[in-house]
């Protein structure tokens, strides 16, 4: 049992002094400054495509492509001035809902508009009030959150939380060598019942380390890093998997909102490529892994993780595999030249 404890003991003292190096040290202003710099790099690649460079309606490559409602004016001081800092923040991270029929509930104030992605299973927290801040510059006011003092304060609680279980896991050692000596002079096996409540303590305090170096990495380190994602079963029935592409279709459009970026025909939108050709072109297992982690398979693409678990995948790849639109006429594009 001891070399079971010491073994979590060691772990958890180096798994917080490696997220030391995450929180550095410095100025309030040189914080801020990374802080802007690095929250309009983030909006340029992730936002501009819809939202514009500088956040009007129409200025987005992609804008005039995107069903109603299209992106808001965030230039609008007026109307973005009524939100507050944590509703910017909540819009850009946030579970994705399904919006058609039969889909899930949603409530009157809740944001739910499927071509706007969600960015929580992408980026870190940190750097989703980085964008959250350059928006605010878009319509001429500041980030009032206070991002440092945040970081700050999550810091504290893991060096607190780490001090507490050092000291839990002291008592519990001393009372485990107490009952491992008392047993010894008496030639008996060791109760460990003798030490039950100190090692519960430490038990508690290991968790609460647990949790308050979670919450320090959500904050500093993006999602999904270094998560491999596992081959798909989607072997199954013609009629299963008519039956699940027809659920990928609705999830396409109405939850996950892939129409916003992709084109099918005529209607969608132009940051990523048309997929009407999809069945011909893309492999359902591919499908499958870029949906869940698009970062794993390209670290620099434009297209956010949406959140889809095993089921929501595995419907949109059977969808996408439906899609065998013919090879374009080139002939008819020549003569009409």
Known sequence: ????????????????????????????????????????????????????ENGKQNEGFNWSSMTDPKPKDLSNKEEMGTFKDEEIFNTISRDMKDTGPGGDKIGDDEFAVPTMPTFKHTLSEEEIWGIVGYVRSLHGRKLEFNVEGRKNELQAAVQAAEQKFKEADRVAQEAEKKASDEADKKGVEVDDNAYLKEMQLMG???KELDQATLALVNFTTRPGKGVNITRPALTMKPEAATKLAEVGKQLYMTKYGCNG?????????????????AGFRLNPTWVYRWLRNPQAMKSDTRMPSLGLNDADAKAVALYLKTLRAPKPDKSLGKASD
Do not use: N, T
């Open 1 to 52: 049992m001891r070399a079971w404890r010491r073994i979590r003991v060691i772990g958890a003292v180096a798994g917080v002094v490696g997220l030391s190096g995450l929180v550095g040290a410095g100025g309030c202003s040189m914080f801020q400054s990374e802080q802007a710099a690095k929250g309009k790099k983030l909006y340029s690649h992730y936002c501009m495509h819809c939202h514009g």
């Open 204 to 206: 508690q305090a290991k």
């Open 261 to 277: 970026c992709h084109k099918i025909g005529d209607e969608g939108g132009k940051v990523g490529p048309a997929l009407d050709r």
